[in-house]
């Protein structure tokens, strides 16, 4: 299916049932009245929540090639410039947080199709749960809520809602047993969603991409991940750190092929009521990554060192994307060695020297001083959060200890 305009009035898919939310009193939401047509004709306003910066920074590349789109997010996460360097005329950014009820009723009011990308990261969650719960899990329920009139929702989840795999390739009935409040509040989001689809009938898709990397990837703060400070600390001539043993597994997808994956799920019939994984296939350990990052930048010269291992990191992930394939037609199509090699470009592309950039990577991100000063409201609940970091090693030690004894 491919975008277009629709004509004007808000866009629902005929062939969906018709939900209680979408009949009164639940119409101040957001729900007008107008024509009712099929959803392959429907998508005039796309609206994306793209907090999730690199790769909703890229959903919006990809879809506004075809569709208005609305481009929403608070800049915690992401950055104004990436988005106005897409240079698209169809796009248009508004500055708002995904918890404010009462700017997101008016933003889905005419909105066609919602890519709900907004979150806070995994690092954050260990610092700051329950803000990082509010923003990943209630206010998906809130937007469901009030998302009325909307002819197809997709619920970007993620691959820490599994946990440590099970079984390989994991596939979509892959047990989820979460290790952190952010893939507690990812699971949560997702039961939301499936509910409102088996409730409602409403039309949810969930999306679960595994390691999305790219342009644009966060190297800072506690939304850090793994391959940009690697790429920049090589390029800075300093040694690459790895947390823990380094034998760790994850199934890095380049962006531009997750991005394309999500759209295809928003705009595909199959995928409504569905849970989808969208990774490469291709399991690689930590400690493998670091070398091929090296050989990449400098023909293997460099060093690697050991740090602590992150509280609440998952050890192996593999992603079965058979139903991707099978439904969409998703296949990758940037292998690893050369999404590197066009990421380690772009740094060098970049106006900021590598050490400017590494001046903003925290080591250990998942720690309070991570973050920015709290919301007065969240401060009681950033204490305790410290003080459970804090006393962890000591926890630790003691049931050590007590299981010797």
């Not at 009245?33 to 690199?54: D, I, Q």
């Not at 290790?179 to 088996?198: D, F, I, M, N, S």
């Not at 399991?283 to 460099?302: F, H, M, P, Q, S």
């Amino acid at each position: 299916m491919r975008l277009r305009r629709a004509a004007a009035g808000v866009a629902i898919g005929a062939h969906y049932p018709l939900p209680v939310h979408l009949q009164p009193p639940y119409q101040e939401f957001g729900a007008g009245e107008g024509s009712l047509p099929e959803t392959e004709a429907a998508a005039r306003e796309v609206l994306s929540l793209p907090m999730y910066a690199e790769l909703g920074d890229e959903q919006v590349a990809h879809v506004a090639h075809d569709a208005a789109v609305t481009a929403v997010g608070n800049l915690v996460n992401g950055k104004r410039a990436h988005l106005d360097g897409l240079a698209l005329d169809a796009l248009r950014f508004v500055e708002a947080d995904v918890c404010d009820t009462v700017r997101m009723v008016g933003l889905l009011a005419d909105t066609d199709i919602v890519f709900h990308l907004a979150c806070l990261g995994v690092r954050h969650s260990i610092h700051s749960p329950v803000e990082n719960h509010e923003v990943n899990a209630t206010a998906t329920l809130a937007l469901l809520a009030r998302a009325a009139g909307v002819g197809r929702f997709v619920h970007v989840s993620s691959f820490e809602v599994y946990g440590t795999a099970r079984w390989a390739p994991m596939t979509e009935a892959h047990p989820t047993y979460v290790l952190t409040v952010y893939g507690a509040g990812k699971l949560a989001g997702e039961c939301y969603a499936r509910a409102y689809h088996e409730t409602y009938g409403f039309p949810t898709v969930v999306v679960c991409p595994f390691n999305a990397y790219g342009p644009r990837l966060h190297h800072e703060g506690d939304s850090g991940k793994v391959i940009p400070p690697f790429l920049l600390r090589v390029l800075a001539g300093r040694p690459l750190v790895v947390f823990g043993d380094g034998t760790q597994t994850r199934d890095f997808t380049y962006v531009a092929d997750t991005a394309r994956g999500i759209l295809l799920a928003a705009t595909a019939e199959a995928t409504v009521g569905r849970t989808i994984n969208l990774g490469s296939g291709c399991e690689i350990a930590i400690n493998e990554l670091a070398r091929t990052v090296l050989d990449v930048v400098t023909d293997g010269a460099g060093a690697v060192t050991h740090d602590v291992p992150r509280p609440g990191d998952v050890l192996r992930l593999y992603a079965d994307s058979t139903l991707a394939r099978e439904l969409l037609g998703f296949a990758p199509q940037v292998p690893l060695r050369e999404g590197l090699e066009r990421l380690a470009a772009w740094y060098r592309e970049q106006g900021e020297t590598r050490e400017a950039l590494l001046a903003q990577e925290v080591l250990h991100n998942w720690q309070p001083a991570a973050a920015a000063e709290p919301a007065r409201a969240w401060a009681p609940i950033a204490s305790s959060a410290r003080a459970c970091l804090s006393t962890r090693t000591s926890w630790r030690a003691t049931a050590a200890s007590s299981r010797t004894t």
